[in-house]
Nanobody, 123 residues
Framework: QVQLVESGGGLVQAGGSLRLSCAAS????????MGWFRQAPGKEREFVAG????????LYTNSVKGRFTISRDNAKNTVYLLMNSLKPEDTAVYYC????????????????WGQGAQVTVSS
């Protein structure tokens, strides 16, 4: 079992930055690929970014490339999502997820989910 707790969400103006953190407890954190997903009001949950178990490989959805950075600190059992140049369309509940060996965009790859953190970007 892995428990995931997100933090760092909030309200920010367009063009601003936020850093989300996801702290993991339970089984060995470094054995899981990690991902960030988001769900905007009235929309389905979508993939944002993923990172391999070692942190050596990352993947992003096109809409956040160049603005968001996913990283992890296996010593601290934490994965991060640094969000720069935020836009109103980035407003959503952001979820971190822990999966198997592949940090892909498919939700089915991930077996554990956090409770979500609200990010609101005002125009």
């Amino acid at each position: 079992q892995v428990q995931l707790v997100e933090s760092g969400g909030g309200l920010v103006q367009a063009g601003g930055s936020l850093r989300l953190s996801c702290a993991a407890s339970g089984r060995t954190f470094s054995s899981y690929a990690m991902g960030w997903f988001r769900q905007a009001p009235g929309k389905e949950r979508e993939f944002v970014a993923g990172i391999s178990r070692s942190g050596g490989s990352t993947l992003y959805t096109n809409s956040v490339k160049g603005r968001f950075t996913i990283s992890r600190d296996n010593a601290k059992n934490t994965v991060y999502l640094l969000m720069n140049s935020l836009k109103p369309e980035d407003t959503a509940v952001y979820y971190c997820a822990a999966g198997g060996t592949v940090a892909g965009p498919t939700q089915g790859l991930y077996g554990y989910w956090g409770q979500g953190a609200q990010v609101t970007v005002s125009s």
